[in-house]
């Protein structure tokens, strides 16, 4: 079982910077592939940057590529997205999600543990 909480969320104008974090509990998070996923009000949930166990390979949506950066601590059980150049259309919740093994997804239903969400609002 892995429970993830996920802070760092707030309200920064357009051209700003916000950094989350995703502290996870257990003892298998080095184990798991973490995702950052977000979701706006009346759209789906999508997939922003994913990283493999060893923290060597991230994905990126095209929509951040370039702006977002994805990390992981094993040894502090924290997955981080640090966030620049943020634009009103980052505005959404952000949650992160845990999935056992090192094959990465975009798909939301093969993460197999999920934090409660935080909110990023972006204003112009």
């Known amino acids: 079982q892995v429970q993830l909480v996920e802070s760092g969320g707030g309200l920064v104008q357009a051209g700003g910077s916000l950094r989350l974090s995703c502290a996870a509990s257990?003892?298998?998070?080095?184990?798991?592939?973490m995702g950052w996923f977000r979701q706006a009000p009346g759209k789906e949930r999508e997939i922003v940057a994913a990283?493999?166990?060893?923290?060597?390979?991230?994905y990126y949506a095209a929509s951040v590529k370039g702006r977002f950066i994805i990390s992981r601590d094993n040894a502090k059980n924290t997955v981080y997205l640090q966030m620049d150049s943020l634009k009103p259309e980052d505005t959404a919740v952000y949650y992160c999600?845990?999935?056992?093994?090192?094959?990465?997804?975009?798909?939301?239903?093969?993460?197999?543990?999920w934090g409660q969400g935080t909110q990023v609002t972006v204003s112009s």
């Open positions: 999600a845990a999935k056992w093994g090192d094959s990465w997804s975009r798909n939301n239903y093969e993460y197999d543990y």
């Open positions: 257990g003892r298998t998070f080095s184990s798991h592939v």
């Open positions: 990283i493999s166990t060893s923290g060597l390979n991230t």
